[in-house]
């Protein structure tokens, strides 16, 4: 806020600037937080592969930004659909297996 602003300018000002400046400091408080939410994922991830057990597999980072936004309707409907045909492909696996052990007995 300038000097003409704080002296000349209309009373509200003021309240707006500081308004302005909590949110400013919330938005950073929340990036920091979320920042220290990949480095702890980061972290947990390195510690687990290097004391895993040998033949274990081994965790994976996160593939995909953490979302801070909600899903759009369209957004939300093909994520449904896609763990949909997930889900579709994992029980038609399942079944092709079982037919496949009950061919060899």
């Known amino acids: 806020m ?5 002296w000349d300018g209309d009373n509200w000002l003021v309240e707006a600037y500081r308004k302005k400046h909590s949110l400013d400091i919330e938005s950073r408080n929340q990036e920091l937080w979320l ?3 990949y480095i702890h994922n980061a972290v947990g991830v390195s510690l687990a592969n290097a004391f895993a057990k040998k033949g274990k597999q081994p965790q994976k980072y996160i593939e995909k ?3 801070l936004t ?3 309707p369209e957004e939300k409907a093909a994520y449904a659909e896609q763990e949909r ?3 579709i492909a994992f029980f ?3 079944e092709n297996d079982w037919k496949r052990k009950e061919a060899q007995q």
């Open 92 to 94: 038609t696996s399942m």
């Open 35 to 37: 920042q220290g939410l």
């Open 85 to 87: 045909q997930k889900t």
């Open 2 to 6: 300038t000097h003409s602003e704080y």
């Open 65 to 67: 930004p953490i979302r």
């Open 70 to 72: 909600p899903m759009s």
